[in-house]
């Protein structure tokens, strides 16, 4: 085998990521063509869809699956709506207090569960998802009980509130790349090799001078972050909670994401939410079959693209090498 | 010349088995010393007691004078004791020159709060890393595979990845365990005078534990023994060789002790 049989990929990923860039960005701007207020609504739920799965795939590039993610998203959620509307802080302060205290509730429980590994982490957090929803509903004075809080006030800036769907969808896309390029920076930095150097071989890792129960603490407590700041956001765009709205599905909707757009790709939660989230709208008239649908996409996914959809393009050209 | 590493009335019990009891000895600065003796004498229990894999049960590992018996495996790797182990360990999926990187941080190191949000002292540490890469590259003749994703490497030139790796984190002592362990012997003889260079290049001291008898006679210049759980002789290769406890310990099982 030669040596130097390497060097052409990386011109074409160039390529390929700018094209790629490119078609998001139209992607981005269909609302404003098509000027329809539901488009616009999906749009937002795509960018929140892609920024919680991008938290969980901070957790997964350390080799963990979080089933608790929706809970943290619902912590954040909280968080940010009691703040703002129970000791009257403004959307800008209970927005980062989301994430911070989502974080914070990560690294207390991360310490010791991450030691757990696979599909014992895997269980343990499915535990902890239904234990919050249950928790939450034992206090409805905080959570609203079963009916929820309604009423939530919608995100304001600085006194500016966000009124129009268009308006909240600027912020939405600017908070999700906001949280896209932190991750864009961690992987190009230490952190981020840490993070693989784990998820790859742990033991090597740690005999690597790599703190790897800290390491993991850290994408999980990073991670969980997101999905409190996206959990803020999501609420007071909505404006209605419950702990129901957090409960397993949620976060069984996050993992889906994650998979069918890929796991260690930076783009993957994006190509995920951008397939995943619209999809229901678009089969509302077979509404019955959506579960299945949704499993068959999953399965398709995993038995031909593992990789996930954002491996697509390589895994085209490769097919079409070994056709010539 | 003085003792880099001392171990001291090192001991490991599993359950009721002792899989080593009382063992002394010390390896000398700029030296190689290896650690012989037939399956299961607790060789590579010994390698994980010293840099913290496993928990001793009792006894002290005195590294450049201090205790390091207890200390989770990536502290021993910041005081300057590196391990590559018996298997070919490597980061799989990255490239050749990632995965001594991700070894070369660990001189590296920025803070928490930059290595989330990046700036420049994080990218200073990435550069600075892989500047250190390009020696350690080519001292194992790895420079031409640079951009090889380190799974699909031949087993030899893997293994030989696991020692780079070991060696970006600029250790004074590394501990290869069973190094020559899959090689053909024209790999094997090639490790040995490889080995001998990288002792000098980097002032390293080496404990090497290795079945390869011929390779251990040729570069060791302190033997150690063991047989279950024991030392049952130490000294120079010679010595060790006419040793009559040495030889009934490996009767049989090694014709290639000359």
Redesign the interface.
């Known amino acids: 085998m030669s040596d130097t049989s390497v060097t052409s990929p990386p011109k074409r990923a160039g390529l390929g990521s700018l094209g790629f860039a490119l078609c998001v960005a139209l992607l981005a701007l269909v609302p404003w063509f098509t000027g329809s207020v539901f488009h616009f609504h999906i749009a937002i739920m795509v960018c929140l869809g892609a920024m919680a799965a991008a938290g969980l795939a901070t957790i997964a590039w350390v080799g963990q699956l979080s089933l608790a993610h929706g809970a943290f998203v619902g912590i954040g959620a909280y968080t940010c709506v009691l703040l703002v509307t129970r000791l009257d802080m403004p959307f800008l302060v209970g927005l980062p207090a989301a994430a911070v205290f989502s974080g914070a509730v990560a690294y207390i429980i991360g310490t010791p569960l991450l030691r757990l590994r696979g599909v014992y982490f895997v269980l343990i957090t499915f535990a902890l998802n239904e234990l919050f929803r249950l928790v939450m509903l034992e206090f409805p004075s905080v959570s609203g009980g079963s009916s929820g809080i309604a009423g939530i006030p919608k995100i304001s800036l600085f006194g500016w509130e966000l009124r129009d769907q268009s308006q909240v969808y600027v912020f939405t896309l600017l908070m999700l790349a906001a949280v896209m390029a932190l991750l864009w920076t961690i992987r190009r930095g230490p952190l981020g090799r840490w993070f693989s150097a784990v998820e790859e071989n742990m033991a090597l890792a740690e005999s690597s001078g790599i703190p790897t129960a800290r390491t993991q603490n850290m994408a999980f407590v990073i991670g969980s972050g997101i999905a409190g700041f996206t959990g803020a956001i999501m609420a007071h765009y909505i404006g209605f909670i419950s702990p129901v709205t957090f409960a397993f599905q949620l976060s069984v909707s996050y993992v889906i994401i994650l998979v069918v757009g890929g796991r260690l790709a930076l783009a993957g939660p994006l190509v995920g939410a951008l397939f995943l989230v619209p999809l229901p709208e678009f089969l509302r008239s077979a509404q019955e079959y959506q579960h299945i649908i949704y499993g068959v996409v999953l399965i398709i996914v995993l038995r031909f693209l593992p990789a996930g959809l954002t491996a697509l393009p390589g895994k085209l050209s490769q097919w079409r090498r070994s056709g010539e | 010349m003085s003792a880099i590493l001392k171990v001291e009335g090192l001991g490991k019990r599993f359950g009721g088995l002792a899989a080593l009891s009382d063992v002394h000895f010390e390896a000398e600065e700029g030296q190689i010393t290896g650690l012989i003796g037939p399956n299961g004498a607790g060789k590579t229990t010994c390698f994980n007691l010293i ?1 913290g ?1 496993l928990a001793a049960s009792a006894g002290r590992v005195m590294f450049r004078g201090e205790n390091i018996a207890g200390l ?3 502290r021993v ?2 005081r300057g004791l ?2 590559t ?1 018996q298997s070919a ?6 490239s050749v020159r ?1 995965n001594i ?3 070369a ?2 001189r ?3 803070g ?1 709060l930059a ?4 700036g420049g002292s ?2 200073d ?2 550069r600075a ?1 892989e500047e250190t890469v390009v020696d350690v590259m080519d001292a194992l003749e790895l420079t ?2 640079a ?2 994703e380190a799974g699909t490497l031949a087993y030899g030139h893997q293994k030989r990845l ?1 020692v780079a ?2 060696l ?2 600029r250790p004074a002592l590394l501990l290869l365990d069973e190094p020559a362990a899959g090689l053909n012997p024209e790999e094997v003889d090639r490790f040995g005078s490889m080995l001998t260079t990288l002792q000098q290049r980097f002032h390293l001291s080496v404990l090497i534990v290795e079945h390869h008898m011929r390779l251990i006679m040729r570069i060791c210049d302190h033997i150690v023994v063991l047989h279950h759980g024991e030392k049952i002789a130490e000294g120079s290769p010679g010595m060790v060789q006419k040793d009559p406890r040495v030889i009934e310990a490996y009767l049989g099982a090694e014709h290639h002790v000359e």
């Open positions: 840099t894999t989770p495996p990536h790797v910041e590196a391990r182990f360990t490597t980061f799989p999926t990255a990632e990187v991700r070894g941080l660990l590296h190191q920025v928490t290595s989330i949000i990046g994080a990218r540490a990435v890393a031409a595979y951009d090889r696991g790796i070991g970006a984190t």
